[in-house]
């Protein structure tokens, strides 16, 4: 009989599970609510509920779990989950005391990242970057046809990247990484700036505008909401030139919710690429859009389950 | 008996070679011209006097190459060389008419930073990564142990990396780039800028002022000089905190001529890298001098054909 295994993918207000089996096939899947403020320990009562009702008599082989932060990947512990307001969480030993199966533990970016490795947009490519633009802007690297976990497991924080040391204040207390230019926050707050400057004066709050606002307002061709892609695409593209010239990857593969106006950002990310590239990286080079949607994480967990378990 | 390597590092102005054993002692060395205007046959038929001369009747196994430039690894050809004026020269092919030996090429970056791995202040980590800030700024990954050369052996281009898109044009025709903020010529252009303003009144001509000026004067304690260090530190330690955040490694390996200042430049090189790390990142990072000085090259070419040549 094939192996199976449980992929589960802990965002800020939800979690995505998948049951997959050996050869990649999704058997089923599910969707919680995160619900963090309960606490770790109810929260991943929560989850192993899920999953028990997902797999009934099912055997499963190991379950891969995918964090929104960095983890101490030896201990199994989440070191800081800002999304979760969760601070050394040894979440293996939570699930441990529930279930007993082995339990791998990694960052939610790269875990997204092996999804689009092992099933999606990445399968033919050894190396390869996997950037999420949503809220903030995380990255998982794809190197030598493994995940790069770097020498702590806190590689791939491409969204911290400083692209302009004057630009806007970002969640970590720097200026100007490339999730404080260029992220759904980002989009929002040249989206407020622009309100304050006199535009939209029939539109909602600057409060209520959100990055959805202006990726939803530029699709439906708003001038000024398009101008405000323009530069998100530039600082996109900037960054790509930036890790194609320290990792001369064969692609990248971009994801998040913030790729709902992929028809609208890749286009322009493509051409700011071009022109921030130097003579020779950009010919071989491809940009695409992640394949696998918002289940891509858990589908990349159940897949690092499959992966590294012999680790 | 044991085997024996040679490697040697081609510079715009100098070529350096080695003649190392298996277990890594540097049995003889020369130093040539590099005359790369005569063009690359005349500069090869030099260099290979010179192998001639070093080893005399000793049999050697394979020979490494050093290039400053992006080459095509698997073909044996420098694709892009400007600081030696060439370009597709299959330079792998032009030792062939000279030697029958495996010659091994690579980018001169990744040959320091393989040398500073097997025999200098690399050999204890398996993620580091090589910085050289000279006239410009190049870097060599080593990544899992080992050399990583990207897709196309084009990865490591760490001075390329845009630190600020308004800042000054680098010579690769985009705007701030960390060479163009904190490389030897960034310097010299800070060096000018501050003359223009009034700065050394009883000094040379703004034209005379090179990076080793500002060293030079630094060391000696001149004020206006330290303040420039000052800024190619902060900029040196932003590049730095953006590559911890993306690769994640366990030291940087600073060579180059700049470094002469290294007492002046690595204590505020670590101070600004402290403030851009976001939290968790710096406790294990080290900062270390290279080693090997400018022979480090060519040593670690001779490195290269040993732990390479199986391929």
């Not at 409060?207 to 398009?226: E, L, R, V, Y």
């Not at 194609?244 to 990310?269: K, N, W, Y």
């Not at 990349?300 to 389950?305: I, Q």
Request: aromatic share 6%; proline share 5%; glycine share 16%.
């Amino acid at each position: 009989m094939q192996e199976k295994y449980l992929g589960v993918d802990i965002g800020g207000t939800k979690v995505m599970l998948a049951l997959v089996s050996g050869d990649g096939l999704t058997l089923k899947r599910d969707r919680i609510e995160t619900m963090a403020e309960e606490g770790p320990r109810r929260v991943v009562e929560r989850i192993v509920g899920s999953i028990k009702k997902i797999t009934g008599e099912e055997k499963i082989t190991a379950v891969g779990l995918g964090v929104p932060g960095p983890i101490d990947f030896s201990r199994g512990v989440v070191t800081l989950a800002p999304n979760l307001g969760w601070k050394n969480v040894a979440i293996v030993d939570l699930f441990a005391e529930h279930l007993d199966l082995p339990v791998y533990l990694e960052n939610d970016a790269l875990v997204a990242a092996w999804g689009e490795k092992t099933l999606g947009a990445g399968k033919d490519f050894d190396h390869f970057i996997y950037m999420t633009v949503s809220t903030g802007i995380g990255g998982g690297l794809i190197l030598d046809g493994k995940l790069y976990r770097g020498a702590h497991g806190a590689g791939g924080e491409i969204g911290h990247m400083i692209i302009d040391p004057t630009g806007p204040t970002c969640g970590c207390g720097n200026q100007g990484c490339l999730e404080a230019m260029a992220s759904g926050k980002a989009l929002a707050r040249m989206g407020r700036e622009a309100m304050e400057q006199g535009q939209w004066p029939e539109g909602p709050s600057p409060d209520g505008i959100t990055g959805s606002t202006i990726t939803n307002w530029a699709k439906a061709g708003d001038q000024p909401s398009i101008e405000i892609i323009d530069r998100q695409a530039r600082y996109l593209g900037l960054g790509l030139a930036n890790l194609t010239h320290i990792l001369d990857p064969q692609a990248f593969v971009l994801g998040g919710g913030v790729m709902a106006a992929a028809e609208l950002l890749l286009p322009r990310i493509q051409a700011a690429l071009e022109d921030y590239l130097m003579p020779g990286y950009g010919e071989r080079l491809q940009l695409l859009p992640a394949k696998l949607g918002d289940i891509g994480g858990a589908l990349g967990a159940a897949m690092v389950a499959r992966d590294f378990r012999a680790k």
